[in-house]
């Protein structure tokens, strides 16, 4: 075992716990591309705490096409995760919203009232990586004019977005979640400067794992070791532990 491994091994980490609250991660069972069963749910909501995280509201897809997940089945099944995570003695809570995709399905959800916001205030969204929703700025209009504050996820991924593109965004009220993986350089160094420039220049309003399985929790941990990075995110106002 490294002397990095033996210093932060099952040792609450200074960064998350001053986040406190994760609001982007994919950790109930079978439900889309994160946690397959339930064991690897309670396996990585122990994790989380042992970290320091308190409390993670967790976003599964909602894709209509690969995960046409209903919000009563989210919910149903959030109160399952937690049932299990009090019998096993955890104390991190859980609560479950969602990560809507801003695809053909998402309007008639929006007009149905069929969404769960996070917070009772918060939509989370995203794009496709390859090519932005048409129109996405009149839909940013339609989540507000239900009563909601739309929350782009990792708006650093979408490589055909600008820095001007993410300043109008927000100009317009959408406020922008950036992950954490991004700045370690998981998905590459051009996602890792934009991150990092988002944060930079105060665009950022939360801070995401976007957490799918385990090699995420053990590449956000690696956060810890660099005093840039933990500088970085702690000279920033996030809305995190406002959740
Ligand atoms: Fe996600």
């Given at each position: 075992m490294s002397l990095f491994q033996r210093l932060f091994s099952g040792k609450t980490h200074r960064i998350f716990?001053?986040?406190?609250?994760?609001?982007?991660?994919?950790?109930?069972?079978?439900?889309?591309?994160?946690?397959?069963?339930?064991?690897?749910?309670?396996?990585?909501l122990t994790q989380l705490q042992e970290i320091?995280?308190?409390?993670?509201?967790?976003?599964?897809?909602?894709?209509?096409?690969?995960?046409?997940?209903?919000a009563a089945d989210i919910k149903a099944l959030a109160a399952k995760v937690n049932e299990e995570a009090v019998a096993a003695g955890l104390t991190i809570k859980l609560e479950a919203s969602a990560e809507y995709m801003l695809d053909d399905g998402f309007d008639t959800l929006l007009e149905n009232d069929q969404l769960i916001p996070i917070a009772n205030r918060y939509i989370l969204i995203e794009m496709s990586y390859v090519a932005p929703t048409l129109n996405y700025?009149?839909?940013?209009?339609?989540?507000?004019?239900?009563?909601?504050?739309?929350?782009?996820?990792?708006?650093?991924?979408?490589?055909?977005?600008?820095?001007?593109?993410?300043?109008?965004?927000?100009?317009?009220?959408?406020?922008?979640?950036?992950?954490?993986?991004?700045?370690?350089?998981?998905?590459?160094?051009?996602?890792?400067?934009?991150?990092?420039?988002?944060?930079?220049?105060?665009?950022?309003?939360?801070?995401?794992?976007?957490?799918?399985?385990?090699?995420?929790?053990?590449?956000?941990?690696?956060?810890?070791?660099?005093?840039?990075?933990?500088r970085l995110i702690e000279n920033t106002e996030w809305q995190n532990s406002k959740l």
């Open positions: 716990k001053w986040l406190a609250t994760d609001m982007h991660s994919h950790l109930l069972p079978g439900i889309d591309d994160g946690s397959p069963d339930m064991p690897t749910t309670m396996e990585y320091g995280y308190q409390k993670v509201i967790t976003t599964p897809h909602v894709m209509r096409e690969l995960y046409p997940n209903k700025e009149n839909t940013i209009f339609k989540i507000q004019a239900q009563g909601f504050i739309p929350i782009l996820a990792h708006p650093e991924r979408y490589n055909y977005l600008s820095m001007s593109d993410f300043e109008r965004i927000k100009s317009l009220g959408c406020l922008l979640q950036v992950n954490l993986l991004s700045l370690t350089g998981y998905y590459g160094k051009h996602t890792q400067a934009i991150g990092q420039q988002l944060i930079q220049q105060k665009h950022a309003s939360f801070l995401g794992s976007d957490m799918h399985h385990n090699r995420h929790l053990e590449a956000i941990k690696e956060i810890s070791s660099s005093g840039k990075l933990v």
